[in-house]
């Protein structure tokens, strides 16, 4: 156990030396006005508009079901909207797509996607993620189906805090018999080509999160070879069935803090890099934040932008969040979402569940809303018919600039309910808005404006 810990541990110092050590371009720092901030490709929805998502993940819970399905209702999913959530990161998992090798769960498809139908109606849009943690449920984890479990005969033992578990033998001996095994990788490839023959259509889906939490196998070399390959494999598998759903791919779970990525997958069908950010610095009751932890959480980032930029593909906050009961939990929230606006990225917090079965979740043990929800709904551009755009929230106004394209489909600025409006003016002229009524400004440029402005006041 000691020599598999310690061979991870050191390729994680090895590569953590090696970012130290690397320089970076002072432009690509996040200034406190955001200003000449390199930002990655933006998403763009199907009218060309640049599209901003505020999302949320649906549903830990799910993952310790019977039946694997999210606890919410249509009416749940109903009040996303007021919260100005347009983004459902719905969890899917192999081990109830294809329970038994070879067969798949017809049933459970047909609930999600009846699920994904209801989002739909709400006007909400979902990234589903086949999702694993730890690697199947023995362990404390999900994800995997009982067939693919070669745990090597070692004993489990759970120890804290939980993903301190991946450094286990028995999980360690189970990821690292999957990436050698190509029986259980052409499984999971040919387990995803059936979700995406399921879902390839759906008008509200916005791509496919295909591998969650990548943990390496026992070796070097994991993200370069190993990794690299099985990506190629999946969109290799996409192109030939002629699916266009898009591929969101993460680095592996390693490279989530601070380390660069060594994948070399350079995707040549539409993708986006999935990003997930938890501070393994901050994470129990002792920990406090501070300079460093901010100093982790800028670095991160800028790491993070460069790649996509790298790789020239849109980029996705796909997972984040942060335990209220931590000391300054809401400090680290204003600084996140203050780097979220400079990059003008969009984020999935983690998730629309009760605390007792997520301490990151939005709902305490009755079902109430928690303080967190506070800082997740904001004044926020979801939708820019336009380019070169810039916004920020200051004390009580926000301001969203951009240059019209000609678009003929709107720009959609979300306001929460929340918010006493008190005026809201586009180029300096008041524009009509009804609180009591409206959750959102939708605005088309005329041909004879160069510049738009949107001011939002409370």
Request: charged residues 20%; proline residues 6%.
């Amino acid at each position: 156990m000691k020599k598999i810990f310690f061979r991870v541990f050191h390729f994680y110092v090895v590569s953590l030396l090696f970012w130290l050590f690397y320089p970076i371009p002072t432009s690509t720092y996040a200034q406190s006005e955001g200003k000449d901030v390199l930002k990655p490709p933006y998403l763009l929805d199907e009218q060309g508009r640049i599209t901003i998502y505020h999302g949320i993940t649906v549903s830990r819970s799910a993952k310790n079901a019977e039946d694997f399905l999210p606890w919410q209702k249509k009416e749940d999913f109903a009040r996303l909207n007021e919260w100005g959530i347009n983004l459902v990161r719905y969890l899917i998992f192999w081990e109830a797509i294809e329970p038994v090798s070879g067969t798949y769960n017809h049933k459970y498809m047909q609930d999600t996607l009846e699920r994904i139908k209801w989002l739909e109606e709400l006007g909400i849009d979902v990234l589903l993620c086949i999702h694993q943690d730890l690697y199947h449920r023995k362990f404390g984890g999900s994800g995997f189906p009982d067939w693919a479990v070669h745990d090597g005969g070692y004993s489990f033992t759970p120890v804290s805090p939980p993903y301190k578990n991946y450094f286990t033998k028995p999980v360690m001996s189970c990821f690292d018999y999957f990436w050698r095994s190509e029986v259980l990788k052409n499984s999971y490839v040919d387990m995803v080509k059936y979700v995406l023959s399921n879902v390839d259509k759906l008008p509200n889906l916005i791509g496919l999160e295909i591998f969650d939490e990548p943990w390496p196998h026992i070796g070097a070399s994991f993200e370069q070879t190993i990794l690299t390959d099985f990506y190629k494999r999946i969109e290799k598998m996409k192109i030939s069935n002629n699916f266009k759903t898009a591929l969101y791919f993460q680095p592996m779970l390693i490279a989530s803090v601070v380390i660069p990525t060594a994948l070399q997958f350079q995707p040549s069908t539409f993708a986006v890099y999935a990003v997930r950010y938890y501070d393994p610095f901050y994470e129990n009751e002792t920990s406090t934040y501070g300079r460093t932890n901010k100093w982790v959480m800028n670095t991160t980032l800028s790491q993070r932008v460069r790649e996509s930029r790298r790789w020239g593909i849109p980029m996705l906050i796909t997972d984040f969040g942060v335990g209220l009961s931590l000391v300054h939990s809401m400090q680290f929230l204003d600084d996140w979402f203050s780097l979220m606006n400079i990059y003008h990225l969009g984020w999935v917090y983690d998730s629309y569940d009760r605390d007792t079965d997520n301490p990151y979740g939005i709902l305490d043990g009755e079902g109430n809303t928690k303080p967190v929800l506070s800082k997740l709904i904001q004044t926020y551009p979801q939708k820019i018919a336009g380019k070169n755009p810039s916004w920020f929230t200051k004390g009580n106004i926000f301001k969203l600039t951009y240059e019209p394209d000609g678009n003929v489909a709107p720009t959609v600025v979300f306001v929460p309910r929340s918010d006493v409006i008190k005026q809201v003016m586009i180029n300096t002229k008041p524009y009509p808005y009804d609180p009591m009524k409206d959750l959102r400004i939708e605005y088309k440029a005329s041909a004879k404006e160069k510049t738009v402005n949107i001011v939002v006041q409370w």
